[in-house]
């Protein structure tokens, strides 16, 4: 099993920045692939971000793009999510994820594929 639990969410002014952290721990030498996605009421979830433990492989949504930069500390199996520019549009639950899939390359965006979910942490950007 692998735990993943999110902080650093918040209420922000557009414009404004937040950085959401995730903490792994458990089995995570069995997950390749690590993602933020994000849950508007009433909407699906979607994916927002997305890197590999040990390649330099990142993705990104097409609205993020420019605005929000991941990364991870694979010494202390945290992945972040720098968020600039925040837009009111980028309210939602923020949910952290982590994936065994090694294909993961062709399937990182389906929410489907991935193993273990965090309890989410909200972002609420104001006009």
């Known amino acids: 099993q692998v735990q993943l639990v999110e902080s650093g969410g918040g209420l922000v002014q557009a414009g404004g920045s937040l950085r959401l952290s995730c903490a792994a721990s458990?089995?995570?030498?069995?997950?390749?692939?690590m993602g933020w996605f994000r849950q508007a009421p009433g909407k699906e979830r979607l994916f927002v971000a997305g890197i590999a433990w040990s390649r330099d492989s990142i993705y990104y949504a097409d609205s993020v793009k420019g605005r929000f930069t991941i990364s991870r500390d694979n010494a202390k199996e945290m992945v972040f999510l720098q968020m600039n520019s925040l837009k009111p549009e980028d309210t939602a639950v923020y949910y952290c994820a982590a994936s065994t899939d090694p294909y993961y390359r062709t399937t990182y965006v389906n929410s489907n594929v991935y193993d273990y979910w965090g309890q989410g942490t909200q972002v609420t950007v104001s006009s």
């Open positions: 458990g089995r995570t030498f069995n997950t390749h692939f």
